[in-house]
T-cell receptor, first 113, second 114 residues
Framework: QQQVKQSPQSLIVQKGGISIINCAYENTAFDYFPWYQQFPGKGPALLIA?????SEKKEGRFTISFNKSAKQFSLHIMDSQPGDSATYFC????????????FGPGTRLSVLP | NAGVTQTPKFQVLKTGQSMTLQCAQD?????MYWYRQDPGMGLRLIYY???????DKGEVPNGYNVSRLNKREFSLRLESAAPSQTSVYFC?????????????FGPGTRLLVL
């Protein structure tokens, strides 16, 4: 099974700061990279996703940066808020395998007030 | 719309017991999935049903069986529970099976096998 590596395992950020979570993959056939947000006791929810034909995608305070040559992608949360405190998962998949996503192990983000 | 619902929310089993986790979605989605989530390992796909009438193995199918009862319902069965199956189980659905479709997750079932 192809892996997706994710770092850091946990992250503490002050309110208003920038949270950065990084992921790396090996399978060059991956062509879709979503990020999921999960609050305690809840199921994951899609936050933002990117395809490798763009280097960056922004939605509000959330930005994905994608580096195809390095096989890395990252999530940036600008102006982090206590309500952003959650676990974040990156994932990757190939079109030929449909929804067979490979998930990273997750990053637990705590934003201090 | 309730979205994706799962029952039960929490279950304790003894080794060797069997149980069925229930999942239903009211979004008229074609595809449904079962995942397990373990600390430090993210989500791993157990089984999926790309469309009504079909089921396929995911990454970690051993010890599980599934039934796509109809378009709305997808159940996961543990025939003889083992402590290694202690986990949080999530059901999800998507409109179709292509990888750019959003998956919607249920709230999860926490299973403890003693």
């Amino acid at each position: 099974q192809q892996q997706v590596k994710q770092s850091p395992q946990s992250l503490i950020v002050q309110k208003g700061g920038i949270s950065i979570i990084n992921c790396a993959y090996e399978n060059t056939a991956f062509d879709y990279f979503p990020w999921y947000q999960q609050f305690p006791g809840k199921g994951p929810a899609l936050l933002i996703a990117i395809r490798p034909d763009v280097s960056e995608k922004k939605e509000g305070r959330f930005t994905i940066s994608f580096n195809k040559s390095a096989k890395q992608f990252s999530l940036h949360i600008m102006d982090s808020q206590p309500g952003d405190s959650a676990t974040y998962f990156c994932a990757a998949s190939e079109s030929d395998y449909g929804q067979n996503f490979v998930f990273g192990p997750g990053t637990r983000l705590s934003v201090l007030p | 719309n309730a979205g994706v619902t799962q029952t039960p929310k929490f279950q304790v089993l003894k080794t060797g017991q069997s149980m069925t986790l229930q999942c239903a979605q009211d979004m008229n989605h074609n595809s449904m999935y079962w995942y397990r989530q373990d600390p430090g390992m993210g989500l791993r796909l157990i089984y999926y049903s790309a469309s009504e009438g079909t089921t396929d193995k995911g990454e970690v199918p051993n010890g599980y069986n599934v039934s796509r009862l109809n378009k709305r319902e997808f159940s996961l069965r543990l025939e003889s529970a083992a402590p290694s199956q202690t986990s949080v189980y999530f059901c999800a659905s998507s409109e179709v099976f292509t990888n750019q479709e959003t998956q919607y997750f249920g709230p999860g079932t926490r299973l403890l096998v003693l």
